[in-house]
């Protein structure tokens, strides 16, 4: 780590990570944004910021499509972290502790939380669906293969998908300007020492390989 | 508002009320297709080319009278043939011209997400305009009769319009005025059931036991009317539907799940908000940064890592 150390800083995200995600996040936001001008008359005017209605239906599922590619990538990096372990449960029916801020209380956490754990199994379920009812409803080039009854569903499961997709990436934003520091590990790769004791202290433990103390094992 | 006669009562993507101070009190329209009178002529898919301006490229022979094979962007209306052989061992040649029932529940302008790209007229016409239509497709997805269709070439919707143009200044459908037999009338809605009442009387006198008028309530009754021989099974002719409705995913979809689906999330981020402002943002001090850098010393002082660096490069 002598890098890190250096700066007294740990490296989070190394800027492959960095890249990926901020080029899920940008698609992400523009997948959102035209669909969502398709999804309520009200968001309608989002339509203009893509250039109308029509560039709106051209545009919306190549951007999905480039989101579900550049998730495929970040996925594979990172599905390892994201295993559920026993302690997530413990974490997650801790919420309260959670959302009050009293980290003290909650299980030691490794690399990433069970929330986060859960917003990315959230997004890889919503993707590959969002994907696959995506073709069935993309009519200028696949919907002419699908009876009607399949394309009225997964445009059912298009919608339920996106919705569900929407309110987590909400979550996830939310929760990135609520822990400090976390917003500042995606864009610049680093975390202080104390953030990662505080907030993912099995990682902290893990990346510097100090002794736990109370199990006395690495 | 330009014609009265095409006073818009329903726009699709709107939310807010269509102006409606001038109501539609001298009645809809309907177009009445008997098809036990028509003699599959096509005289009617004429009629419908030359007002529309429509030509549909030259098909291939499928077997039977019917051609092209199906509705396209070019063709509005179309003759199916079906012969069907009833139980008595005789062959029945059921010839049903097909094309926007125009619904009085319009499945298309339920699904289509594009502000005024279908509308509904006070006289009943569903009629798109192609100009807002942004090729999605979703009215195909609402539609109960599989009637529109998207032009490969420019990506628009298309479908009859019940000659709109016509009937806005008093005129009837063009496939009205080309019907050599009678087998298509149009008229109030009103007068049309009562024709068609006639027909089926008319019918059941003559051995059609089952004769009646397709109107299906399911979409709240249509702009276009059969009498049936048949009426009891109307999936004879080519496949109409038996009991059409707006389909229950289709209403899943866009019925109130949207705007509460909206709501939820307007919601979620609030609740953000809101959080901020009641507990505040979760961060790192002092403590935290000594409490680091009292474990990291201890932890190398102990023992130093081996293999330290290669973790760190885990992303």
Redesign the interface.
Known sequence: ????ERRDT??R??A??RTNHWLLALSFVLAALSGL????????WF?GLFG???W???LHPFIGLFMALVFVFLAA??WDDNRLQPADWKWLRQWRDV???R?ERLPEVGRYNAGQKLLFFVIVVCLAALVLSGIV?W??YF?WYFP??V???A??LH?VCA?VL??AI??H??AA?????SVHAMVRGTV????????HRAW????????HPRTGRD | MALQSLDIVRRSATTTPSPDARGSYTGTVAKLIDTTKCIGCKACQVACMEWNDLRDGIGTNVGSYQNPADLTENTWTLMRFTEYENPKGDLEWLIRKDGCMHCADPGCLKACPSPGAIVQYANGIVDFHEENCIGCGYCVTGCPFDIPRISKRDKKAYKCTLCSDRVAVGLEPACIKACPTGALVFGTKEDMQQHAAERVEDLKSRGFEHAGLYDPPGVGGTHVMYVLHHADQPQLYAGLAADPHISTFVRLWKGKTKPLALLVMGLTALAGFFHFVRVGPNEVDERDEAAARQTLEGGQTRRPSPDAGAAEKRP
């Open positions: 780590m002598s890098d890190a740990i490296v995200y190394p492959g990570v001008a398709l999804f309520h008359p009200a968001l309608f339509s109308g209605g029509p709106t239906r051209i990096t990172v959302v009050n801020n980290e409803m009519r200028a919907s009607i009854g394309i009225r569903l445009t059912l919608a919705f929407v309110c909400l979550v934003i939310y300007l609520w822990v400090k520091g202080t020492p104390g953030w990662a004791w505080k907030h902290f433990r893990q990346i510097t390989h100090a002794a």
